[in-house]
């Protein structure tokens, strides 16, 4: 069974392009979380889906920031006009109704 | 605010000793999960303690809950280098709220 998936692993933007991320649960998970990670810092959570659905983005910025998890096919956060302060690393984790998330190895995005 | 605070920050041990780190909490929790997180990777799970458990093991780890405290330890005995990583503790309070909440982490190194 893969573990979760996360491409690209390292990703490069100017300022004002748009980054997309995206997150492949493993299989059998239904609930997808997305985190990020500053350097020196533990992980911040961002937002919680289910298929479909959005169900908590309280830590997500107003502005720029979406996510999605379709009926088909993986998770995405995208971010629009990309800022330096967006540099981090984006980490996504799956879980099946139990209490245990499982994180992907992360995109590292980098904005000049 | 970060949920969970690690400490020490940072530790330094020589083969074969052992390692300990604590971590300590704000708010009522229903779960406290160790990760581990070698430099530039994504995170581990480690082991999941329950709000009613008092402590746990799993191999080298062991892991203890002071709910009265609002603290954890985390040992690892007869450490090897392999261990060299970053620990987080993360704390949730299902069933209302399953968002993870991360310290900033202690980093562990251990010497040959």
């Known amino acids: 069974n893969a573990g979760v998936m996360q491409n690209p692993r390292h990703l490069v933007r100017r300022r004002g392009q748009e980054a997309r991320l995206r997150c492949s649960p493993m299989k059998g998970h239904s609930h997808v979380y997305w985190y990020r990670q500053l350097p020196e810092e533990g992980l911040k959570f961002m937002v919680y889906l289910q298929k479909e659905n959005i169900i908590d983005e309280s830590g997500m910025p107003k502005e720029r920031f979406s996510a999605e998890f379709p009926k088909e096919g993986p998770s995405i956060l995208r971010i629009q006009q990309v800022v330096r302060g967006d540099s981090a690393a984006y980490f996504c984790a799956s879980s099946p109704l139990s209490e245990t998330q499982y994180f992907g190895p992360g995109t590292r995005l980098l904005v000049l | 605010s970060q949920q969970g605070e690690e400490d020490p920050q940072a530790l330094s041990i020589q083969e074969g000793e052992n390692a300990t780190m604590n971590c300590s909490y704000k708010?009522?929790?229903?779960?406290l999960q160790w990760y581990r997180q070698n430099s530039g990777r994504g995170l581990v799970h480690l082991i999941l303690i329950r709000s009613n458990e008092r402590e746990k093991h799993s191999g080298r780890l062991r892991v203890t809950l002071d709910t009265s405290k609002k603290s954890s330890s985390l040992l690892i005995t007869a450490s090897r280098a392999a261990d060299t990583a970053s620990y987080f503790c993360?704390?949730?309070?299902?069933?209302?709220?399953?968002?993870?909440?991360f310290g900033a982490g202690t980093t562990v190194t251990v010497r040959a």
């Open positions: 993360a704390t949730d309070a299902r069933p209302n709220d399953y968002k993870l909440s």
């Open positions: 708010t009522s929790i229903n779960n």
